[in-house]
């Protein structure tokens, strides 16, 4: 099994409940392929650096996961097929991060 980082990046028209929905969806699939979701974390609509799609804002997801890395590509294979999605990125990691990640600091920094 390894540790793998996936920031998933919705489209910007969606609600928060819908974008929440969404990543439960990616939870499940990474249920089924036989891995776990040891956290996620809902970022926010940010401001995108380019347009993507017509978007100029977007809903950022970070699930922490473990994966057996045989079923990486499956799970990245959907992602690819959901509409909603505009980008993804999945990262593999040595361990999982343990309480907020840097986006989640942030935010409690300001308020």
């Known amino acids: ?25 990616f939870t499940d699939i990474i249920k089924e392929l036989g891995g776990e979701v ?4 809902f970022w926010g609509l940010k401001n995108l650096a380019y347009i993507i799609r017509k978007n100029k804002k977007a809903h950022y997801v970070l699930l922490n996961i ?3 890395g045989d079923q990486l590509s499956e799970y990245e294979r959907r992602l ?6 505009i980008r993804f990125l999945n990262v ?5 991060a343990k309480g907020l990640s840097i986006m ?5 920094e300001v308020e």
Do not use: C, G, H
Not at 4 to 23: G, H, N
Not at 104 to 108: I, P
């Open 1 to 25: 099994m390894a540790f793998y980082e996936s920031v998933l990046v919705f489209r910007q028209d969606l609600t928060d409940a819908q974008v929440k929905e969404r990543a439960k969806k």
């Open 38 to 41: 040891k956290s996620n974390e």
């Open 66 to 68: 473990v994966l057996p």
């Open 80 to 85: 690819r097929i959901d509409e909603d999605l």
């Open 92 to 96: 593999r990691v040595e361990e999982l």
């Open 104 to 108: 989640m600091k942030k935010n409690e």
